[in-house]
């Protein structure tokens, strides 16, 4: 749930783009539903025996794109064993449709990823992004539009959804500095983040107390904050970014 680019300035014109970029206006609907879009973990930290776990879970969203186009999105945490995934899909009924999966593994309180893919589809035509991760060799295997490229990696690096839930543990067990990498097409790239606080908000789900976090952009034209329960393993309860002056909302409306 990195938060990813929004260049498109209109869904109705998206289609002159999607032979060139069909993620454009799609990345939209995965932002907030992944928190990547959050100091760099050993990838021999010891195990925590008695480390805090997030909870499987199902949650449901409703977000909007530029105060225009408004979508759909159902996150679900699921655990057998010791092998967790985590599975997101949004959608513009009619237009637009992302997909995004992600199969790791918790070793106390350090999640460590296994593969990943995200797909986006536009008026039918899209792309997908894959990811297999080999911490006993320290690479990243990153697969994009046919090209696979392999990526060192001495820290452990995420992807978007498994680096959200590596927020929440840290969260959970008092360990959050803010400072992670996330695995891209063809980089690994330091994300940094920071707690902005706590407050008690209202979303269609209810009201929460919650802690915002801000994703640390490179650039003034880019703003991003989660706010998260601690009464729900720091799940999102609300997201909003501003990329290139294009807005985007999301809002927590069922949790199971």
Known sequence: MSFLSMHNKS???????????PSKFLSALITGISISTIGALSMTAPTLASAKTVQPSTANYSFTVEDKYKGTATRTLNKSGNTWKYNVKARVAGVASASQNSTFTLNGNNVIPTQASTTYKLLGLG??????FNPNSKKVTSNYKGKTTTLSMPQQAFDDLSLEVQIRQDLLNGKFTGNYYMAKKDKIEKTPFKKSGSTKITVPAGTFDTVRVDRIHDDNDRSTSFWLAPSLDYLPIKVSQINDGKKMDLELTKVN
């Open 127 to 132: 792309r997908t992004h894959k990811l297999n």
């Open 11 to 21: 869904l109705p014109n998206a289609s002159n783009n999607t032979k060139r970029s």
